[in-house]
């Protein structure tokens, strides 16, 4: 990464598993985990749990990046809404603790990035790019999908928005990308 410190916060944001990655170029630090409220609670119950687990992310690593996955709208108009309810509580959280719009990813934007046509792939594809960093024996799609789509988002964030990738190498899939 370049000279500049980049602290970068990445959320795929769900309604069930939102999944989180953080970076910072100083240190080569890369965290994550994932947002999960209560599957039995109530919708403002998952939603003021959601808030105030954005808080500590916001508290702790201090981000000057954040990038947030766009509301997905698919076929079920109850999940979109439902999604966009996730998504306004992110963007005004980031907003009210950081001073900061973030910026919204289409939530395609990272499998037309790596040049894959489904999550599975893309879980693929960043499992393998990453391995040393995070791969264990007990890693798995289901599991570790939010995740890896949150880390894929920022690698596209990176590369597209902050310029800040150094190395590109064709690969069978697409493209390896380095620091």
Aim: hydrophobic share 35%.
């Amino acid at each position: 990464m370049s000279s500049k410190n980049y602290k970068i916060l990445s959320l795929d944001v769900s309604s069930t598993s939102t999944g989180w990655t953080f970076v910072n170029s100083k240190d080569m630090l890369l965290v994550f985990g994932k947002i999960m409220p209560d599957k039995k609670a109530h919708l403002p119950e998952k939603l003021t749990y959601f808030r105030k687990n954005i808080i500590t992310l916001l508290k702790k690593y201090k981000p000057n990046n954040i990038v947030l996955e766009d509301t997905f709208a698919g076929k079920n108009p109850k999940v979109t809404k439902l999604l966009a309810k996730f998504g306004g509580v992110a963007e005004q959280t980031v907003f009210q603790y950081c001073k900061k719009v973030p910026y919204i990813m289409g939530n395609t934007t990272p499998k037309s990035f790596f040049k894959v046509r489904s999550k599975e792939l893309l879980y693929e594809v960043i499992i393998d790019l990453k391995e040393d960093a995070f791969v264990n024996e007990d890693m798995n799609f289901k599991d570790y999908n939010d995740i890896t789509d949150s880390i894929a988002q920022l690698l596209c964030y990176c590369h597209d928005i902050l310029k800040i990738i150094k190395f590109k190498e064709e690969v069978e899939y697409g493209f390896r990308y380095n620091f």
